[in-house]
């Protein structure tokens, strides 16, 4: 099969040019028990393959990237009996145990055993299987390699599909939208008659966009230095877009003395500093950018305790990957969630480079990828 692999991290834009992403023949695993064999139908660019690729998301190298796809199964490996061959599945980026303390406590997406696995680019159910022709390791990322024609993931890392939902739209649910939606829904609890501010509108924020549209009465706010973006996230149920330094103006004129729900998907400390002046009493921040592991945030401590802020981080939009996606579908389905805003084209995997040139100027939300192609 045919793979997207990152051996060196750290490269320098322009992308096109600099190739950090090499395509190379692998071959095909098998999986273990507890694992699928998927065949990939689409896969999604995200600005964490993008970390890994610049540097800001360390990970062990080489890997083969990409962690958000549509797939069909192809292979059981012996234990696994609730899907079958010829199913449609979406992947998720957390590989979910069931059993560890963060399981436990109803919160799957800080699985710990699913985080481990993560960081060495193994499996949950065991070692890396990927290897070069020449028997050389290559680490999985995040569980699913995606990048990829084909890729072996254990079974807690996809979500079955129904036949009637496109590879287009289907790939998206595994990490824009979980994540977006997620950080409103979830870990910000958004309540009827509220505001929100969202500050980057790449896929995530635009999900994050989304999901505010959909509780009642809401003013919503969209912030990102580009004219498109704010064109998009309006076209996505924004009542207001501007760019950054609108931002206080917006508020003031629309939402009184602040926000009662701040999110930030840009993945930048000096944009979280912003957003927790923008909250009103006893409001909330939802960080669920990734900052450069360097980044240090500096705030007045005061407005915790004096004014009732929080500071919320959100890993994968504290979702319940089983419990959100059918709903997020069936939201979908009744024409209440525009996700294929989200979708910008489709490329062969061949175009993987200068993709990321693209995402990095934001002149793509989210590119898919046909790996056979």
């Given at each position: 099969?045919?793979?997207?692999?990152?051996?060196?991290?750290?490269?320098?834009?322009?992308?096109?040019?600099?190739?950090?992403?090499?395509?190379?023949?692998?071959?095909?695993?098998?999986?273990?028990?507890?694992?699928?064999?998927?065949?990939?139908?689409?896969?999604?660019?995200?600005?964490?393959?993008?970390?890994?690729?610049?540097?800001?998301?360390?990970?062990?190298?080489?890997?083969?990237?990409?962690?958000?796809?549509?797939?069909?199964?192809?292979?059981?490996?012996?234990?696994?009996?609730?899907?079958?061959?010829?199913?449609?599945?979406?992947?998720?980026?957390?590989?979910?145990c069931g059993s560890c303390r963060s399981c436990l406590a109803g919160r799957p997406a800080l699985c710990h055993r699913g985080a481990e696995s993560n960081g060495s680019g193994d499996l949950l159910h065991g070692?890396?299987?990927?290897?070069?022709?020449?028997?050389?390791?290559?680490?999985?990322?995040?569980?699913?390699?995606?990048?990829?024609?084909?890729?072996?993931?254990?079974?807690?890392?996809?979500?079955?599909?129904?036949?009637?939902?496109?590879?287009?739209?289907?790939?998206?649910?595994?990490?824009?939208?979980?994540?977006?939606?997620?950080?409103?829904?979830?870990?910000?609890?958004?309540?009827?008659?509220?505001?929100?501010?969202?500050?980057?509108?790449?896929?995530?924020?635009?999900?994050?966009?989304?999901?505010?549209?959909?509780?009642?009465?809401?003013?919503?706010?969209?912030?990102?230095?580009?004219?498109?973006?704010?064109?998009?996230?309006?076209?996505?149920?924004?009542?207001?877009?501007?760019?950054?330094?609108?931002?206080?103006?917006?508020?003031?004129?629309?939402?009184?003395?602040?926000?009662?729900?701040?999110?930030?998907?840009?993945?930048?400390?000096?944009?979280?500093?912003?957003c927790l002046g923008l909250l009103t009493r006893g409001g909330a921040l939802v960080s669920v950018g990734l900052p450069h592991p360097d980044q240090q945030l500096t705030v007045k401590a005061l407005q915790f305790?004096?004014?009732?802020?929080?500071?919320?981080?959100?890993?994968?939009?504290?979702?319940?990957?089983?419990?959100?996606?059918?709903?997020?579908?069936?939201?979908?389905?009744?024409?209440?969630?525009?996700?294929?805003?989200?979708?910008?084209?489709?490329?062969?995997?061949?175009?993987?480079?200068?993709?990321?040139?693209?995402?990095?100027?934001?002149?793509?939300?989210?590119?898919?990828?046909?790996?056979?192609?």
């Open positions: 099969m045919r793979a997207a692999l990152l051996r060196e991290a750290g490269a320098r834009a322009p992308y096109a040019v600099s190739g950090p992403l090499l395509l190379e023949d692998l071959p095909v695993p098998e999986p273990r028990a507890g694992e699928l064999l998927l065949r990939i139908e689409r896969a999604s660019l995200c600005h964490s393959d993008l970390s890994v690729v610049n540097g800001s998301r360390p990970r062990p190298l080489p890997m083969a990237l990409g962690h958000e796809a549509a797939g069909v199964v192809e292979a059981l490996g012996p234990g696994v009996t609730d899907l079958s061959v010829g199913q449609r599945v979406v992947t998720v980026f957390v590989p979910i070692p890396a299987l990927l290897r070069t022709a020449a028997g050389e390791r290559v680490n999985h990322h995040l569980g699913v390699s995606a990048f990829a024609e084909y890729a072996v993931v254990a079974r807690e890392s996809v979500v079955p599909v129904d036949d009637d939902v496109p590879a287009e739209v289907a790939a998206l649910f595994g990490c824009a939208a979980l994540t977006g939606m997620g950080a409103v829904f979830n870990t910000g609890d958004l309540q009827p008659g509220q505001s929100v501010i969202v500050f980057g509108m790449g896929a995530v924020g635009l999900a994050a966009v989304m999901a505010a549209a959909l509780v009642p009465d809401t003013t919503v706010i969209a912030i990102d230095p580009l004219e498109s973006k704010q064109e998009l996230a309006l076209r996505c149920g924004a009542n207001y877009a501007g760019e950054p330094a609108s931002a206080a103006a917006l508020v003031a004129e629309h939402c009184g003395d602040g926000v009662d729900l701040a999110v930030e998907a840009v993945g930048s400390a000096r944009v979280m500093e912003s305790a004096g004014a009732g802020k929080r500071l919320l981080g959100s890993y994968l939009g504290d979702s319940v990957p089983e419990r959100d996606v059918p709903r997020y579908l069936a939201l979908w389905r009744e024409g209440r969630l525009p996700i294929e805003l989200l979708h910008t084209d489709t490329k062969p995997l061949s175009e993987i480079n200068e993709s990321l040139d693209a995402l990095a100027a934001g002149t793509v939300v989210r590119r898919l990828f046909v790996p056979g192609e």
